[in-house]
Structure formats: structure tokens, C-alpha cells
Nanobody
């Protein structure tokens, strides 16, 4: 059983930065972990993911070059550094985990078994 807790959301102006963190309880070394977001009236979409044991991270085209996913396994933490934020990045952001290899490309939320409660990110123009 894995539990996830996000933090770091807030309100910023366009062009600003935020860093989200997701603390996991339980074993996550051979897990795929990622970040999703859901804006009002829209479907939840994957932002980025990585396989904790190693490998290249994946980024959605909409955030590539602006967001960086990283992990601190000693602290059992998954991070998402978000730079050059845009109003269209406004959403509830969720951390997700699944005890398997990530696979390739953008992943649907059905691939992830464990979810955090979410943290709100609001970017004003």
C-alpha cells in the first residue's frame, strides 16, 4: 500500500515558478510515478512521469522545457519544478504511482493505482 501527499501549490503570476512535492509512504523503488493535472471542465491529463529505479522521464508537449520531474528516493519524494508558468497551467495537480514499469509515451490515469489528494496551482496573467 502506498500513500501519496502533495504540497507546494499556490498562486503565481505568469512567468513565475512553483515546485510541487509528493511524499510517498511505502516502497516505491520499482514504481512508475507521475504528475497529472485537471483544469475545471477538462479531463485529467498526464504532465510527466518517471520510473523511480531509473530511465528517462517523460513530459507532455505542453510542459516540455518548462517543467522538470525529479525524485529524492532517500526522502521518498517526487518533485515537479515548474518554471515559466502560463495561465493555461492553472489546474489541480495530482501525484500518482503504480508498481510497474512506466512504458512509453503519455500514460492514461487508469495506469496508476495510487493517487494523492491534489494541490491547486493558479497562474494569473
Amino acid at each position: 500500500q502506498v500513500q501519496l501527499a502533495e504540497s507546494g501549490g499556490g498562486s503565481v503570476q505568469a512567468g513565475g515558478s512553483l515546485k510541487l512535492s509528493c511524499v510517498a509512504t511505502g516502497y516505491t523503488y520499482r514504481y512508475c510515478m507521475g504528475w497529472f493535472r485537471q483544469a475545471p471542465g477538462k479531463e485529467r491529463e498526464e504532465v510527466a512521469h518517471m520510473y523511480i529505479a531509473g530511465g528517462e522521464p517523460f513530459y507532455a508537449d505542453s510542459v516540455k522545457g518548462r517543467f522538470t520531474i525529479s525524485q529524492d528516493y532517500a526522502k521518498n519524494t517526487l518533485n515537479l519544478q515548474m518554471d515559466s508558468l502560463k495561465p493555461e497551467d492553472t489546474a489541480m495537480y495530482y501525484c500518482a504511482a503504480n508498481g510497474a514499469w512506466c512504458g512509453s509515451g503519455r500514460l492514461p490515469d487508469a495506469n496508476f493505482r495510487y493517487w494523492g489528494q491534489g494541490t491547486q496551482v493558479t497562474v494569473s496573467s
